[in-house]
């Protein structure tokens, strides 16, 4: 197995170090980042491939700092976006970083963690194999006619007969949570509820899988993250389909930024004209590489506004929520706007008024399978075409 180790430098290093050696007697291939400030040392392009292209899981310390430290938040982020499996492991009474409250933990006493540690990773790979994945992606399609689809998920969640009722609501209840964080139309745009006509341009945004019953209903089966990632899939098919609405609507500036000598000064020089023209951009849409991402971090960051809220940066002298593309939704350039001149347009649920329908049930086709699904119905409409900047990104 090859396992990503992560840690918070304030107080995780020693355990971190501790896994490494326990993991790599047992014969696993362990990657495990110290040498952050070392001269020569790796950039974020290897951590981002170590953790999204070669793992098979990320091994994530919770020690008493691990909810402050920026570094191993980024870890999570990047290992929750691209669906790599994630075990947090919480030493003494740690507490586990909110977005992986979702996922089944161990509680290890610090004492003990060598001993813990030894009998973990000899059973790693049953471990890992308890952790399903998702099999597909989102898709993105015109609406179906509403009573169809309606009918058919209600018939869907009233089959759950065969099925531990306990795990039906953990799971719908894992699928709302990670998707109301990972979710980023309410913070980029206004939002309005409607119902609408069939050629009044909405989409449906949705992933339905099957899965086994038998393993759906035993214990030794972890669906926390699979359905926690569920919920992330869809919020990733909302930003795909976000920003290839942009995209189309808005021409591309004349201006450009090269990824491996890139300038910024045409973010500083777009936002100026914006405002210059009455408009107050407050967003900003950037697309994750490892030439761009330190350069831009570096010089823009800014503290966050509110805890747990989107990251910021501050370029000039206006401040813009920061939200950075990733392997599922990827962003060829940076957009610029305001949340104001753009409206996101969604579909209630007729029974929950929820902006998604989650259903699950035991499916009527194959009697041995546990049908799953998300989905929204959407529209985004820019109303401000001159409140946007679409500035690309160029080898």
């Not at 919920?231 to 201006?255: F, H, M, P, V």
């Not at 929204?376 to 820019?382: A, G």
């Amino acid at each position: 197995m090859k396992i990503f180790i992560s840690y918070a430098n304030v107080d995780g290093l020693g355990y971190a170090k501790k896994a490494r050696e326990i993991f790599e007697k047992s014969r696993h291939e362990t990657w495990l980042y110290e040498n952050h400030k070392t001269p020569g040392a790796p950039t974020w392009r290897e951590i981002s491939t170590k953790i999204i292209n070669e793992s098979d899981a990320v091994f994530y310390i919770c020690t008493p700092s691990s909810s402050s430290s920026y570094g191993q938040g980024l870890e999570a982020e990047y290992a929750l976006n691209n669906r790599v499996r994630i075990i947090p492991v919480r030493i003494d009474t740690s507490e586990v970083p909110p977005e992986l409250t979702a996922y089944n933990n161990v509680n290890w006493e610090g004492n003990k963690f060598s001993e813990n540690c030894t009998i973990f990773a000899h059973d790693l790979p049953n471990t890992i194999n308890r952790i399903p994945k998702l099999q597909g992606d989102i898709e993105t399609k015109p609406i179906e006619p509403k009573m169809n689809r309606q009918e058919y998920i209600k018939r869907l969640n009233s089959l759950v007969n065969q099925l531990d009722l306990k795990r039906v609501q953990e799971s719908k209840q894992q699928i709302m949570d990670s998707y109301l964080k990972a979710s980023i139309p309410r913070q980029i745009a206004l939002i309005e509820q409607t119902t609408p006509s069939n050629d009044s341009g909405f989409v449906t945004i949705q992933h339905y899988e099957l899965l086994s019953l038998d393993d759906f209903n035993s214990p030794q089966w972890w669906w926390g993250p699979y359905f926690s990632d569920l919920g992330r899939a869809l919020a990733r098919g909302e930003r795909s389909y976000l920003q290839k609405t942009i995209k189309q609507k808005i021409n591309a500036d004349e201006r450009d930024i090269s990824r491996s000598v890139p300038d910024f000064q045409v973010l500083e020089a777009q936002i100026a004209a914006l405002s210059l023209r009455g408009i107050e951009p407050d967003t900003i849409l950037a697309p994750v590489n490892a030439e761009i991402y330190l350069p831009f971090t570096e010089k823009y960051y800014a503290p966050q506004v509110s805890p747990g809220g989107p990251r910021q940066a501050k370029i000039g002298e206006t401040q813009l929520n920061l939200f950075w593309s990733n392997k599922y939704s990827p962003l060829d350039c940076f957009i610029i706007f305001s949340h104001r001149a753009g409206t996101w347009n969604v579909v209630p649920d007729e029974d929950t008024g929820a902006a998604i329908t989650i259903a699950l049930g035991q499916s009527k086709l194959y009697t041995d399978k546990v049908e799953v699904g998300v989905e929204t119905t959407v529209k985004y409409e820019i109303t401000q075409p001159e409140a946007f900047c679409v500035i690309p990104l160029v080898d």
